[in-house]
């Protein structure tokens, strides 16, 4: 049986196990010995990471030819429009490319979210809004560079689910293991 590992990676830590200069690593937060993560998520970003030691697993889940969908809690600066968020849903010009058709709605800030380490920059003049995007692709940087294109910067980005995986439930810095 395979082991499917989701881990909830907070803000800093890097997507290996080897030790960087600069930031955690997988390793200070997991000791299972030979898994894997299957795609990575940004040092500035957080949420669900699944990691597994299963092979063809870590390819289904990780090629975007699969299109397996991908969720995100992103809160951007300002008071995002609908305009901005029928943007999204439509595809936006990026310099790589026009996106895919994305699902987007605008969302209170979740439940239960976890403070981040360090917090999000607070500013008193200029409010902040939260969205969920899913997309099927993974450009680099993807969901920073699209709401920014729509004018709305994101400030902290948080993937809550992959494909039917999500991360309610689990603390930051913390990991389930799921049967597969």
Known sequence: ????????????????????????????????KNVYPAGRLDHDSEGL??????????????????????TYWVQVDNQITEEA????????????????????RMINEPENLWPRDPPVRFRKNIPTSWIELTIREGKNRQVRRMTAAVGFPTLRLIRCKIGQWDVRGIDSGKFIKVEV
Do not use: W
Request: with cysteine.
């Open 49 to 70: 990471l699944l990691l597994t030691d299963d092979g063809k697993l870590q390819h289904k889940i990780s090629d975007p030819k699969n299109k397996m969908p991908k």
């Open 1 to 32: 049986m395979s082991q499917l590992i989701l881990f909830n990676k907070p803000y800093a830590v890097i997507c290996q196990f080897s030790p960087h200069e600069k930031h955690p690593s997988l390793a200070d937060y997991i000791s299972i």
């Open 85 to 104: 968020v029928e943007q999204l849903k439509k595809g936006v010009m990026l310099k790589d490319g026009l996106t895919r058709p994305a699902k987007a």
